[in-house]
């Protein structure tokens, strides 16, 4: 059974940081393709980061390059998604994504945690 668990939500002020956590189990780690996706009020989901197993290599919404970091521990089976100079349009329900890079089909999703940005 996979599972996708978030963490590391909530509410910050303009400016401020957060970590989110997403622990992943029931898949090879290895061999999918990890994503956080946002979802504002009233808007589709989007997506904000995603790191490639197993070369590591790194994607960003333009609106995140240069304040957001997305990164793995593989043995803690873990993706992160580090913010930082945090705006009110980061505000949303962020998502872990896992999708299989051998068979496109099987992807899963967590249940989101919400991030607030205001002052």
């Known amino acids: 059974q996979v599972q996708l668990v978030e963490s590391g939500g909530g509410l910050v002020q303009p400016g401020g940081s957060l970590k989110l956590s997403c622990v992943v189990s029931?898949?090879?780690?290895?061999?999918?393709?990890m994503r956080w996706y946002r979802q504002a009020p009233g808007k589709q989901r989007v997506l904000v980061a995603q790191?490639?197993?197993?070369?590591?290599?790194?994607n960003y919404a333009d609106s995140v390059k240069g304040r957001f970091t997305i990164g793995r521990d593989a043995a803690k089976k873990t993706v992160y998604l580090e913010m930082n100079s945090l705006k009110p349009e980061d505000t949303g329900v962020y998502y872990c994504?896992?999708?299989?890079?051998?068979?496109?089909?099987?992807?899963?999703w967590g249940q989101g945690t919400q991030v607030t940005v205001s002052s």
């Open positions: 790191i490639i197993s197993p070369t590591g290599s790194t």
């Open positions: 029931g898949v090879t780690f290895g061999t999918y393709a």
């Open positions: 994504n896992a999708q299989s890079l051998i068979i496109l089909r099987d992807e899963f």
